[in-house]
């Protein structure tokens, strides 16, 4: 079993930056690959990012690509989203996510982000 909890979720203005992180429970974490989801109003959840359980590949959804970077520590249990020249459109509830082979298992309860213009 891994908990997951979400921080660092808040308001900011277009082109501003934001750092998400992640902390898991357990001692299994470095055993899994991590993501980052989010779901705007109104909209299905998406895949924003993702990083493999030591780090080493990381992949992310075009929209984010060259402004987003997610990022683990095992040491601390932890994954970050760092996001750059946010985007009103980047707006919405960002979940992390534990990824066992190719399925998420556990998720996160969300953290706000809302990016005004």
């Known amino acids: 079993q891994v908990q997951l909890v979400e921080s660092g979720g808040g308001l900011v203005q277009a082109g501003d930056s934001l750092s998400l992180s992640c902390a898991a429970s357990?001692?299994?974490?470095?055993?899994?690959?991590m993501g980052w989801f989010r779901q705007a109003p109104g909209k299905e959840r998406e895949f924003v990012a993702r990083?493999?359980?030591?780090?080493?590949?990381?992949y992310y959804a075009d929209s984010v690509k060259g402004r987003f970077t997610i990022s683990r520590d095992n040491a601390k249990n932890t994954v970050y989203l760092q996001m750059n020249s946010l985007k009103p459109e980047d707006t919405g509830i960002y979940y992390c996510?534990?990824?066992?082979?190719?399925?998420?298992?556990?998720w996160g309860q969300g953290t706000q982000v809302t990016v005004s213009s």
């Open positions: 357990g001692r299994t974490f470095r055993s899994y690959g």
């Open positions: 990083v493999t359980d030591d780090g080493g590949r990381t």
């Open positions: 996510a534990a990824r066992s082979s190719t399925q998420y298992v556990y």
